[in-house]
């Protein structure tokens, strides 16, 4: 089985939907985002040690996950099996609420852990400016933007964590 199709080739792609799109729609270009994020926490996740934060990554690449169905597919189907929903948003905001950091202040990270849980942060607010356009224009539910606006605090929280521990 060949992995290429070649039906990108004339600068087109196809959403979840099967509407051809071309490469450089919003779309495409939010979905992308997503993967650099999710790449990001699998870089995190392959040198993390500790078990809870670990979890906690995982259940959010399921969420991110599903995430890029809804919006390749412009919204909620039968597909998209575990949508983020307010309860989620209020597990980040448990998560942050247990983790947070002592300062408030901004610090330097220098621990390879740290770092890159903070390149995952970084990643998550270039997520968060390109969907600010689509909350705005009711083509993202607001549950996505809160959970993407929260997730960039978690990870500050869990940076934080990793570089004092």
Same mark, same amino acid.
């Given at each position: 089985?060949v992995?290429?199709?070649?039906?990108?080739?004339?600068?087109?792609a196809?959403?979840?939907?099967?509407?051809?799109? +071309?490469?450089?729609?919003?779309?495409?270009?939010?979905?992308?985002?997503?993967?650099?994020?999710?790449?990001?926490?699998?870089?995190?996740?392959?040198?993390?040690?500790? =078990? $809870?934060?670990?979890?906690?990554?995982?259940?959010?690449?399921?969420?991110l996950? =599903?995430?890029?169905?809804?919006?390749?597919n412009?919204? #909620?189907?039968?597909?998209?099996?575990? +949508?983020?929903?307010?309860q989620?948003?209020?597990?980040?905001?448990?998560?942050?609420?247990n983790?947070? +950091?002592?300062?408030?202040?901004?610090?330097?990270?220098?621990?390879? !852990?740290? !770092?890159?849980?903070? $390149?995952?942060?970084?990643?998550?607010?270039?997520?968060?400016?390109?969907?600010t356009? =689509?909350?705005?224009?009711?083509k993202?539910? +607001?549950?996505?933007?809160?959970?993407?606006?929260? #997730?960039?605090?978690?990870l500050?929280? #869990?940076?934080?964590?990793?570089?004092?521990s």
């Open positions: 089985m992995i290429y199709t070649k039906k990108g080739d004339q600068g087109y196809s959403t979840l939907k099967g509407n051809k799109i +071309p490469k450089n729609h919003e779309i495409i270009l939010i979905t992308g985002k997503i993967d650099s994020l999710q790449s990001a926490l699998d870089s995190t996740n392959v040198i993390i040690t500790n =078990q $809870e934060i670990k979890k906690i990554i995982q259940k959010i690449q399921e969420k996950w =599903q995430t890029v169905g809804e919006i390749s412009q919204g #909620l189907s039968e597909i998209i099996k575990k +949508p983020i929903t307010e989620d948003i209020t597990e980040l905001e448990q998560h942050i609420d983790h947070h +950091p002592e300062n408030t202040y901004f610090i330097r990270f220098t621990k390879e !852990t740290s !770092t890159r849980i903070n $390149e995952a942060r970084v990643r998550t607010r270039e997520l968060e400016t390109m969907l356009k =689509q909350l705005l224009e009711n993202i539910r +607001p549950e996505i933007y809160k959970y993407i606006n929260r #997730l960039s605090d978690l500050y929280a #869990l940076a934080c964590k990793e570089e004092k």
